[in-house]
């Protein structure tokens, strides 16, 4: 991305407006969302999603508890769940219930208590007798802060128990002292527990020989929070690729395509963004469709054959070359040899089976016939250039040649030879495949076979390229060709 500035500077009591251009790159990750509670990403995809999640509240060391709906009929308790995978379009709702809780006092119990109750004046330890009366219990609940909570008193007795007290333990360490309480003589301290952290359970007390009894903590909440997000499944389209019979021409087919990129060769054609279009060549031709959620789709690929006839050039009847494969008939009968040309061998009908590549395969025929035609020229050795006029590739053909080896030049009009070789001659059969690299224009083709000597005028013209691809397809096709047309897996 380029950003462009416009600074203003002042040097020397001098001030300029100074434009300035920074690139930088921008990355686009997907989307993240979340709320109070957790966050989770992506929030969105196209066809399937696979969010991950996060709660994000914790109180530690209170406990906590995390309780999970995540939309797709899991659930967890995790604090960071697995992430979840939602196929199919919609929306799918995620919940999270999180729990502060605390660590609850509701329940002590003195079972018994030692003797360090008795002889005081509240309860005397008389001779023969002993102790009289019994003690007045009550708790201290002591925390690490020096707060302190103290229960009612049970009076008269040994055993006793306070329930539903409901005391939050939030500032541990904490302990637990037994009392008997006196009013004149002063209470007397029958044992402290101190209460391990060890949170949720019941705890046993046996303490300073004798003071037994039990204690209940249990997990109650003191904060929820409930919070929901969307985790969104956009549709991916479906697109397909669908051929004129009549024109040739490609349309794209899908609900709700708002964009289209064409393929040719598997390259994007550029500057191509219709719905429709008219294939400018063979080959394989694929569309990829966007719907107004960014969603894309491949479609199938559509294979566009070439479509052409058999053309004479003097002696030589040719087809276009750099095909897979070529079988030539005459009369029914097959020749030999795999060229996309042939010599005419007489009156009679040609025919030419081509496979292009990729599921074509492109019959075409020809009919031969030199009645009320003249002599036609004998002089050898005979030679055709194929195709003339070209785009400065084409096929030189010679037949006839006499010597073991002919050689072969291309001169301009004003006779510099601008191209040369030699070549071997087999049974008096020359094929060479030219290439030039020259301006549009005429030349020469001279070919030589020992003092014989045989030239024919060449035409090379850029424009020929851009006639080629527009030949596809602007009129019905001739009788004698048949063109098939396959659909390539997508």
């Known amino acids: ?67 999970w709906d995540l939309g797709n009929g899991v659930t967890s308790t995790s604090p960071n769940p697995p992430a979840q995978t939602y196929n199919g379009a919609g929306s799918y709702e995620v919940f999270l219930q999180t729990t502060i809780g605390g660590y609850v006092l509701n329940t002590v119990n003195v079972t018994g208590t030692n003797t360090n109750w008795c002889g005081d004046v ?49 500032s541990p360490p904490y302990s637990l002292s037994i009392y008997d309480e006196d009013v004149v003589s002063g209470d007397d301290l029958l044992g402290t527990y101190n209460i391990p952290a060890n949170g949720v359970g019941t705890y046993f007390i046996n303490v300073a020989g004798g003071t037994t009894g039990s204690l209940v903590i249990t997990n109650e909440p003191q904060q929820v929070f409930l919070d929901s997000a969307l985790v969104t499944v956009f549709s991916v389209p479906d697109v397909s690729l669908i051929e004129n019979a009549t024109t040739g021409e490609l349309c794209a087919q899908g609900e709700g395509l708002v964009g289209y990129a064409w393929l040719f060769n598997g390259v994007v054609v550029p500057d191509v963004t219709s719905e429709c279009y008219m294939p400018t060549g063979p080959g394989l031709w694929q569309v990829v469709g966007t719907n107004g959620f960014g969603c894309t789709d491949s479609s199938n690929v559509v294979v566009v054959c070439p479509v052409f006839e058999i053309v004479r050039n003097g002696n030589v009847l ?173």
């Open 1 to 67: 991305m380029d950003i462009a500035v416009l600074a203003h500077v002042s040097a020397s009591g001098i001030e300029l407006d100074v434009p300035q251009t920074l690139s930088t790159v921008i990355t686009v990750l997907p989307g993240s969302g979340g709320n109070t509670s957790f966050s989770y990403t992506p929030t969105a995809g196209c066809g399937s999603v696979t969010a991950s999640f996060q709660a994000l509240i914790d109180a530690s060391p209170a406990p906590m508890s995390y309780a």
């Open 122 to 170: 509240e309860e005397p330890s008389l001779p023969i007798i002993g102790c009289t009366g019994s003690p007045d219990l009550y708790f201290v609940l002591t925390n690490s802060g020096g707060g302190a909570y103290a229960s009612s008193t049970v009076d008269n007795t040994t055993t006793a128990s306070w329930s539903e007290l409901g005391i939050l333990l939030n």
């Open 318 to 490: 040719f087809v276009p070359s750099s095909y897979l494969a070529y079988a030539w008939t005459f009369n029914g009968s097959p020749l030999s040899g795999n060229d996309p040309f042939i010599f005419l061998q007489g009156d009679g009908t040609y025919g030419v089976t081509v496979d292009a590549g990729n599921g074509c395969i492109i019959v075409s025929s020809f009919v031969w016939s030199t009645v009320g035609i003249g002599e036609a020229d004998s002089a050898v050795p005979r030679m055709e250039l194929f195709p003339n006029p070209n785009d400065g590739a084409f096929t030189i053909v010679a037949e006839g040649v006499g010597s073991s080896s002919a050689y072969i030049e291309l001169l301009d009009m004003t006779g510099r030879v601008i191209w040369q070789t030699r070549t071997t001659a087999n049974n008096g059969l020359v094929r060479v495949n030219a290439t030039m690299h020259a301006a549009s224009g005429a030349y020469a083709v001279r070919l030589h076979d020992g003092d014989r000597m045989r030239t024919t005028r060449l035409v090379s013209s850029d424009d020929l390229n851009r006639a080629r691809a527009r030949v596809y397809r602007l009129s019905p096709l001739p009788p004698s060709v048949a063109l098939f047309r396959n659909k390539a897996p997508a």
